[in-house]
């Protein structure tokens, strides 16, 4: 009599673990943050941008937009190119990485990727691989 439930339940284990469908993929979400930030993105706010729009003096940024854990800031930056010429500019960063335009007595306007490396200090890389040591004024 032991057997016979051994034998099925067995059975109706096995039977039972079919192979598990793979979860439907995640819905997309709709969202006015773009996954990178382009020099573009300093000119002008979307309306969307505009809605969450904050200026706090206490802090470096000129101004931020978007909610928190997505926020995008705007900073002024200055600082010098791989010649030791002075360079300022304006940048938006969003996470570690951002985008700008900087601007020399020797260059009308050069447009920037740039990367946090520390504490209110970037990395930044022209079109042309020059690279550029900024600060947050």
Known sequence: MQK?????????????????????????VNSFYKPVI???DRKTLTPEE??????N???????????PGNYEYNYDVKGINSR???VCGNINVQGKYGAGILTSDSVA?????TEWISYGKLKATDKQGNEYHLIVK
Request: glycine content about 4%.
């Open 4 to 28: 016979n439930y051994l034998i099925l339940l067995l059975l109706s284990t096995f039977y039972s673990c079919k192979k598990a469908a793979s979860p439907p993929p995640l819905p997309q």
């Open 38 to 40: 382009t020099p573009d």
């Open 109 to 113: 306007e050069v447009e920037i990727n």
């Open 57 to 67: 003096k206490t802090y470096q940024y000129e101004y931020r937009t978007g909610n």
């Open 50 to 55: 505009a809605r969450t729009y904050h200026v």
């Open 84 to 86: 030791g010429d002075s």
